[in-house]
Antibody, heavy 120, light 108 residues
Framework: VQLVQSGADVKKPGASVKVSCRAS????????IHWVRQAPGQGLEWMGW????????NYAQKSQGRVTMTRDTSINTAYMELSRLRSDDTAVYHC??????????????WGQGTMVTVSS | EIVMTQSPATLSVSPGERATLSCRAS??????LAWYQQKPGQTPRLLIY???TRATGVPARFSGSGSGTEFSLTISSLQSEDFGLYYC??????????FGQGTKVEVK
C-alpha cells in the first residue's frame, strides 16, 4: 500500500499548482484522501479531503476558494490544485490516506510529500 | 474548530530515559486522538490511534493514554531513532482534523 506524489515544483506568485497522488496496493475508492501541508519549519496544516468514490470534497476554511481537490478513478490518482499562489504557500504538500473506510480515522498512509516553492 | 495544544514545545531527554509528551484538546474528543512521529526530511508516521492503540510495527516502548481533553504519549526508554517531532491530531469533530503544533524531542 503506498501513495506516490508528483515531483517538486516552482511557481511564480499568482500562478496555480497541481499536485498528484497515485495510490496502489488497495482499492482506491474505499478510503478518503486528505491533503496536509507543512511550511518550512512549521507544523502540519490540514487542507481538506476528497472521497475518491463520490468525488465529494471538504476544504479547510483557510483554503476555501483557492483549493480544488479532484480524482481520476481510472488511474487511482487524487489531485490537489491551489490557485493564486502566494509566497506563504511555499510548503511541502502531503496526501494521506484514511485509516478507516468510514472516514473517521487517523492518517495511516502518507505520500512522500511534494515541495512547492512560490517565488518571483 | 477544536484546537489541539501540545506541551512542552521542546523536550530534552537523554538516551535510555523516559519521555512524556502532552496534548490537550479545547473540547472533548473522546478517544479519537492520534500521535505521529516525524523525523527531519521525512513524512509523518502514524504511531498511536484511538488514543492508546499502537499502529502496525510500532515498538512497545511507545504508549498512549488519555481520553476527553487530556492525552499523553510516553516513550519508556528513548532510543537514538526516537528523536524528532511528535504531533497529536484529533479526528472526533471534523472537518478539520486538527493537529497540535508539535513537540520536538531532542538529545539532552
Amino acid at each position: 500500500v503506498q501513495l506516490v506524489q508528483s515531483g517538486a515544483d516552482v511557481k511564480k506568485p499568482g500562478a496555480s499548482v497541481k499536485v498528484s497522488c497515485r495510490a496502489s496496493g488497495y482499492t482506491f475508492t474505499d478510503y478518503f484522501i486528505h491533503w496536509v501541508r507543512q511550511a518550512p519549519g512549521q507544523g502540519l496544516e490540514w487542507m481538506g479531503w476528497i472521497n475518491p468514490e463520490t468525488g465529494g470534497t471538504n476544504y479547510a476554511q483557510k483554503s476555501q476558494g483557492r483549493v480544488t481537490m479532484t480524482r481520476d478513478t481510472s488511474i487511482n490518482t487524487a489531485y490537489m490544485e491551489l490557485s493564486r499562489l502566494r509566497s506563504d504557500d511555499t510548503a511541502v504538500y502531503h496526501c494521506a490516506r484514511e485509516q478507516k473506510r468510514s472516514g473517521n480515522g487517523a492518517f495511516e498512509i502518507w505520500g512522500q510529500g511534494t515541495m512547492v516553492t512560490v517565488s518571483s | 474548530e477544536i484546537v489541539m495544544t501540545q506541551s512542552p514545545a521542546t523536550l530534552s531527554v537523554s538516551p535510555g530515559e523516559r519521555a512524556t509528551l502532552s496534548c490537550r484538546a479545547s473540547q472533548s474528543v473522546s478517544i479519537t486522538l492520534a500521535w505521529y512521529q516525524q523525523k527531519p526530511g521525512q513524512t509523518p508516521r502514524l504511531l498511536i490511534y484511538d488514543a492508546s492503540t499502537r499502529a502496525t510495527g510500532v515498538p512497545a516502548r511507545f504508549s498512549g493514554s488519555g481520553s476527553g481533553t487530556e492525552f499523553s504519549l510516553t516513550i519508556s526508554s528513548l532510543q537514538s531513532e526516537d528523536f524528532g517531532l511528535y504531533y497529536c491530531q484529533q479526528y472526533s469533530s471534523w472537518p478539520p482534523k486538527t493537529f497540535g503544533q508539535g513537540t520536538k524531542v531532542e538529545v539532552k
